[in-house]
């Protein structure tokens, strides 16, 4: 008895404000941002602390408890951050917004007591958001955003001046050297966000590169064992005449029993031979010419003579060259297919076109049609329109492969009135003697 299904309560409201504000999840991986934010949190914490000890040096007046004290809890705040982090092998998950919000209400308060907007250290700002920008969603990024915009609009109003020890006000080149140093440092701290992330955009590249490769080795292996699979299909038929032939044999031999048996192991070397030939020409090392009309030809002997007749051809591009490898059994799929899907007494029709460099193999019935499961999922291997046990699915799954590795394409299409439409579409090679 199937369960009952029930819907999937919502989250509490807090859950969801907190997701629309992105404020509970880290967009770029946790590995990599925790890493980065605590490597970045250590260089803040000792660029400031080494700022503020050159400009009490050269004169500045400094509020070394307001300042010493920020710094402090940083220092300490971000040990227990990287310890915190360790235990959990740096997959943080959530709280990555508040650690940046923190930070930036750190900053704010050591701008508030060192001149607010003028000072030249307002420029992290900037290296806040682009660390929320590279690790956060962009709602995140966004409320981030409007509240350092707060804390510009606070600044402007409720900043100390910034003044020398002797209560004179900063000269401007001592704010030019400080926005010349605020400048290298920002400039440091973006520069070693993005190595971190070239870094693992390299890792990642590689990754995808290995998955592509094993992917592409899989298929054709499925492709291969389809093949095998269609082939090993094709030859049972003949060899099963021959077992039940002679089967006959042992209790009346005569000379038409005999002929059968010659006549189907003749077709089942022939099939065994074009298992050799398709070798052969997907390698490369066929001396067989490939012209159109040859390669249809070639085809078509391979149907019954009832179905041979019932192919109309119409062949307009009868001399053109084409790739050998595969596309006689191409062919052979296709006008089966659409034998299959026709009356008896109703024709197909196999039209051969050119267009700008490409040869078009399209395969026309008046059949019923693909139903809509087939035309979302055709060229699945183990897909078929027939009932189960007449067919195994992979005759459309080998021209799809086929036309792949020739950078070709197959559509299939419903016609307007009745029946199917198959297009093979597949690169003109150079012209080849014939």
């Known amino acids: 008895m199937p369960h009952a299904s029930h819907p999937k309560p919502s989250p509490p409201r807090w859950q969801r404000w907190q997701r629309w504000l992105g404020v509970s999840e880290v967009w770029a991986g946790g590995a990599l941002s925790a890493r980065v934010l605590v490597l970045l949190r250590w260089l803040a914490a000792i660029g400031q602390s080494v700022t503020l000890f050159i ?34 092998h740096w997959e943080m998950q959530d709280g990555f917004f508040h650690i940046l919000l923190w930070d930036s209400l750190t900053l704010t308060f050591l701008l508030h007591w060192t001149g607010g907007l003028v000072n030249p250290f307002a420029l992290f700002y900037l290296v806040q958001l682009t660390l929320a920008a590279v690790a956060l969603r962009a709602s995140a990024v966004v409320s981030l955003g409007v509240l350092m915009t707060g804390a510009f609009l606070w600044l402007w109003q409720r900043a100390v001046p910034l003044v020398m020890q002797d209560g004179s006000p900063v000269p401007p080149e001592r704010f030019t050297q400080g926005f010349l140093t605020a400048l290298v440092l920002a400039g440091g701290f973006v520069l070693t966000l993005l190595l971190a992330l070239r870094r693992r955009s390299h890792r990642l590249q590689k990754e ?24 090993a299909h094709e030859l049972g038929t003949p060899l099963g005449t021959i077992a039940l032939a002679a089967e006959e044999m042992k209790a009346q031999p005569d000379a038409e029993t005999a002929a059968i048996i010659l006549r189907e192991a003749e077709r089942c070397q022939r099939v065994l031979q074009r298992l050799r030939e398709l070798g052969q020409e997907a390698t490369g090392r066929s001396a067989e010419p490939c012209v159109v009309w040859r390669t249809v030809e070639a085809a078509l002997d391979e149907l019954p003579k009832t179905q041979r007749a019932r192919v109309k051809l119409n062949l307009k591009a009868k001399e053109a060259p084409v790739a050998c490898a595969g596309l006689r059994e191409a062919l052979l799929v296709l006008l089966r297919n659409a034998l299959l899907a026709s009356a008896d007494e109703e024709k197909v029709v196999l039209r051969v076109e050119t267009a700008s460099e490409a040869l078009r193999f399209i395969v026309e019935d008046r059949g019923s049609g693909f139903t809509d499961e087939m ?11 027939r009932d189960p046990g007449s067919g195994m ?26 029946g199917a439409r198959v297009t093979l579409t597949l690169p003109q090679p150079p012209s080849t003697n014939s």
């Open 208 to 231: 995808r590169e290995r998955l592509r490769r094993e992917l592409e080795s899989r298929e054709r292996f499925l492709s291969v064992a389809a093949l095998a699979t269609g082939f």
């Open 393 to 418: 699915g992979l005759g459309l799954f080998f021209v799809r492969r086929l036309a792949a590795s020739m950078q070709g394409s197959v559509e299939v299409e419903n016609l307007p009135q009745r």
């Open 55 to 88: 400009v009490w040096r050269l004169g500045v007046e400094v509020p070394w408890w307001q300042c010493g004290g920020a710094v402090a809890i940083t220092l300490i705040s971000n040990a227990v951050l990287e310890w915190w982090l360790r235990q959990i």
């Open 375 to 385: 035309l979302r999922h055709w060229g699945e291997p183990f897909r078929s329109t």
